[in-house]
C-alpha cells in the first residue's frame, strides 16, 4: 500500500492537473504546432481531457483495490491468450 501511494498519488495529481488545465483554458498543446482551441482542434482536445482523467481514475483504483484493478485488467487482456500472449 506504501509504494502504491508514493508512485501512483503524483501520478494522478500529474494527470488531473492537465486535464483541468485543459479544460479550463479550453486549448490543447500540439506538438510543432502550438496552443489550439478546441475549435480548432476538437478531437485532440476531447482526448486531452478524458484520457488523463480516466488514466487518474485507474490510478485511484489501483490504489484503494489493487486486486480488484488487476482482474479488470486481466478480463481486458484475456483475449490476447488466442494469439499466444500469456498474460500473468
Sequence with gaps: MEIGLLVFIPVVLFFFGISSYNLYHGEVF???????????WPITYWWTVFFPYLCALFALW????????WDFVKLILGPLE???????
Excluded at 82 to 88: D, K
Design 82 to 88: 488466442l494469439f499466444g500472449i500469456a498474460i500473468p
Design 30 to 40: 500540439v506538438k510543432q504546432r502550438g496552443w489550439k482551441t478546441k475549435e480548432e
Design 62 to 69: 489501483g490504489i484503494v483495490d489493487p486486486d480488484g484493478l
